[in-house]
């Protein structure tokens, strides 16, 4: 059977020999080092990837796709907009909210927060506050009897819980016989929610919006904007776009991805750092590639004289030890590739049994707003990381194949 001379003879250099068990266990450290790089990028990225895709699901699980508002603030004539925005194509809901800046105190307990007034019979079309309840109901709030939905965070600061009334003060002045004072008024706690996120779990208390209207003295009927969901939120900056366009210019809209942008851009950022940290194990690995594939040509010195005055060439004797480094990269990756997929698959059911055998939990529920560890791979890493370890292993075989593709017959067998 034909097999190309220079594969051959590499692959016949990669076989242990009794003479040479040093350099296939250099060989096998590199393979091992190889593999465990792969492996450990292809796990880190899909955690990170997990965390990633389970945080942008709770904040907007809460938060809008898409906002329209107007620059005055005071928003009437809402509705037909409203109805002409949800026939449009990938709508799936859409809710008017009214919104401001607030203290809420009970007993001596005082806490800064941010107030939303929504439309109880919409919002569930565009937030996960209804299914995220752990007592009462957004639906008791009624426009005039002054309630309030706080997150549970929230109201175990305070020590208030559903029936009982708390003050909301808002920076509104009113003129009163003793002086200016602030506007507060009393509420009563309807419902607590717990959608896991710190941010809205301990700062955000949701009112009818007619309710918080009326504090903050806008006019009847007026909103601060349109909260749109979309049954795809990757389209939330095209829809943005296009209705920008299309809407009076009294109007302007944007996206999650300009609300959020600070806090997903600090992801990627770590993303990107943990990549290349985390290459840094697989260019380790080709810098053993290279002393191996030294310590061969050094050790074939007589062989590879041999070969050149059998007639082959340069390049071919240079391609015998590119084909041997490159096979320990290929070994390495493809070993790689299989326990990274495996355990990236598998890492939700790995981390419990680890937990379980020795005894502790790697993510405390009580500091972490997400105790288990989850896990999204992606193909496209997988590619990425498998490509780039084949790239540096092969790049690492360059010098050594040239210093063999440098020796001189005359020279190497002078003393043989």
Not at 223 to 237: E, P, Y
């Given at each position: 059977m034909f097999k190309p001379l220079s594969f051959y003879i590499g692959l016949r250099y990669t076989r242990a020999k009794r003479r040479n068990h040093f350099i296939s266990f250099i060989s096998m450290t590199s393979i091992l080092g190889i593999a465990l790089g792969v492996t450990a990028l292809i796990t880190v990225?899909?955690?990170?990837?997990?965390?990633?895709?389970?945080?942008?699901?709770?904040?907007?699980?809460?938060?809008?796709?898409?906002?329209?508002?107007?620059?005055?603030?005071?928003?009437?004539?809402?509705?037909?907009?409203?109805?002409?925005?949800?026939?449009?194509?990938?709508?799936?809901?859409?809710?008017?909210?009214?919104?401001?800046?607030?203290?809420?105190?009970?007993?001596?307990?005082?806490?800064?927060?941010?107030?939303?007034?929504?439309?109880?019979?919409?919002?569930?079309?565009?937030?996960?506050?209804?299914?995220?309840?752990?007592?009462?109901?957004i639906d008791l709030l009624k426009a005039g009897q002054f309630g309030v939905v706080l997150g549970e965070e929230l109201a175990h600061s305070l020590g208030v819980w559903v029936g009982q009334k708390i003050t909301v003060v808002v920076p509104q002045a009113s003129v009163t016989p003793i002086g200016i004072l602030p506007r507060m008024k009393r509420f009563t706690v309807q419902g607590v929610f717990n959608v896991g996120m710190h941010d809205f779990d301990s700062n955000l208390v949701l009112l009818h919006q007619d309710d918080l209207a009326k504090?903050?003295?806008?006019?009847?009927?007026?909103?601060?904007?349109?909260?749109?969901?979309?049954?795809?939120?990757?389209?939330?900056?095209?829809?943005?776009?296009?209705?920008q366009r299309?809407?009076?210019?009294?109007?302007?809209?944007?996206?999650?991805?300009?609300?959020?942008?600070?806090?997903?851009?600090?992801?990627?950022?770590?993303?990107?750092?943990?990549?290349?940290?985390?290459?840094l194990i697989v260019a380790v690995a080709a810098f053993n590639i290279v002393s191996t594939l030294v310590m061969?040509?050094?050790?074939?010195?007589?062989?590879?004289?041999?070969?050149?005055?059998?007639?082959?060439?340069?390049?071919?004797?240079?391609?015998?030890?590119m084909v041997q480094g490159a096979l320990i990269g290929v070994f390495g990756t493809l070993l790689g590739l299989g326990g990274g997929i495996s355990l990236a698959l598998n890492i939700e059911t790995v981390i419990p049994a680890l937990e379980n055998v020795f005894g502790i939990q790697f993510l405390s529920p009580d500091i972490y707003y997400i105790s288990d560890l989850p896990s999204d791979l992606r193909w496209y890493d997988v590619y990425t990381i498998s490509s780039l370890s084949l790239i540096i292993s092969l790049l690492a075989t360059i010098y050594p194949a040239w210093r063999a593709s440098r020796t001189q017959p005359a020279e190497a067998l002078r003393y043989e």
């Open positions: 990225l899909s955690v990170m990837n997990g965390f990633e895709k389970e945080l942008r699901h709770r904040m907007l699980g809460m938060s809008a796709h898409v906002v329209v508002s107007t620059f005055n603030n005071h928003w009437r004539d809402w509705q037909e907009v409203a109805q002409q925005l949800q026939t449009r194509e990938h709508v799936t809901g859409v809710a008017p909210f009214v919104q401001g800046q607030g203290m809420i105190t009970f007993n001596k307990n005082v806490k800064g927060t941010f107030l939303q007034g929504i439309a109880p019979e919409l919002e569930p079309q565009v937030s996960q506050v209804k299914d995220k309840m752990k007592a009462g109901s504090l903050l003295r806008m006019p009847a009927g007026s909103i601060h904007g349109l909260n749109i969901k979309l049954d795809d939120m990757f389209l939330a900056k095209s829809f943005s776009q296009q209705i299309e809407l009076p210019g009294e109007y302007h809209s944007y996206d999650w991805t300009y609300r959020h942008k600070n806090f997903f851009e600090a992801i990627k950022m770590e993303k990107t750092v943990m990549f290349v940290i985390l290459t061969v040509v050094t050790d074939k010195q007589a062989d590879i004289a041999i070969l050149r005055t059998l007639g082959a060439t340069p390049g071919s004797v240079m391609a015998i030890f």
